[in-house]
């Protein structure tokens, strides 16, 4: 364990002067974003190297995790923060890259064989500062190869110029063409809308007239029903008596009598 505690520390020493030098240059955040996603990789192998030696020896001896995060905790803290600005910076870079080439896209002469002078100096300037980027021709192309795949930098073959500029015209006027049809179908569909709006109010204008109808209709009904009921119950009242009970009462009784009598004679005839 030992052994491995003074790895860590050779380990570290080693690695400070060589990533403290790759993370200074403020110039290529590509380097940067390399240097520090290859050191992060190796931390992490060296993580699990010591988590595994914690899991093995349960010992009371100082432990090889302590002894990486004693070492290696501020150096992954560093890898972390410039492996962050350095993905920041690329994505700035690309993002200016692609409007830039849009731009000039947008406003190359299709007409003219020649290829424009700023789109030359810039493509000059990008090749010279991808080979500046560093101090060995190898790792010059290599660096440069990957900040073309990064930007998405395509540079134009001059001799290939007039087919692309034609296909560039064709795409154009196709995408012309689908906003055209996209505009003539917003305004039917609007249109259409705007039809189909308008029959619908008049249906509910028509269909809260009928409304309103009916409740004048159901507002005299009601009315009326209630004028006849009270002269129904005044009636009641008026002709509706003790008398008429009375009568109702005997006459009950007489025809209970001659009914009595019908049975009685008609029998002994």
Do not use: W
């Not at 390399?34 to 914690?54: C, G, Q, Y």
């Not at 007409?111 to 500062?129: A, C, G, M, R």
């Not at 189909?196 to 507002?219: P, R, Y």
Request: one cysteine or more; charged letters at 25%.
């Amino acid at each position: 364990m030992t052994s491995c505690t003074n790895n860590f520390s050779h380990i570290r020493q080693a690695l400070e002067p060589c990533v403290s030098e790759g993370f200074n240059s403020d110039e290529d955040p590509i380097l940067r974003n390399v240097l520090s996603t290859k050191l992060l990789a190796n931390l992490n192998i060296l993580r699990k190297m010591a988590v595994e030696s914690e899991l093995g020896l349960r010992t009371e001896r100082p432990s090889d995790l302590n002894s990486y995060r004693n070492n290696f905790n501020e150096l992954e803290c560093t890898a972390l923060m410039v492996r962050c600005v350095s993905t920041n910076a690329i994505k700035e870079q690309y993002a200016q890259q692609t409007e830039l080439s849009r731009r000039k896209r947008l406003s190359v002469d299709f007409d003219s064989e020649k290829i424009p002078e700023e789109l030359e100096k810039s493509d000059n300037s990008l090749q010279s500062s991808t080979v500046g980027s560093s101090s060995c021709p190898d790792d010059d192309e290599s660096l440069g190869d990957l900040r073309n795949r990064l930007l998405g930098n395509k540079l134009e073959n001059h001799e290939s110029g007039a087919g692309l500029n034609t296909s560039m015209e064709k795409q154009m006027q196709v995408q012309d063409n689908l906003q055209e049809e996209l505009i003539n179908d917003m305004s039917q569909l609007v249109s259409g809308l705007r039809m189909g709006a308008e029959a619908f109010q008049t249906a509910l204008n028509e269909d809260s007239t009928i409304l309103k109808a009916t409740e004048l209709g159901l507002q005299a009904t009601s009315r009326s029903l209630t004028n006849l009921g009270g002269k129904l119950k005044k009636y009641h009242n008026s002709k509706v008596g003790l008398l008429f009970y009375l009568g109702c009462i005997l006459f009950m009784f007489l025809s209970l009598i001659v009914t009595y009598l019908v049975i009685k004679i008609f029998p002994k005839m």
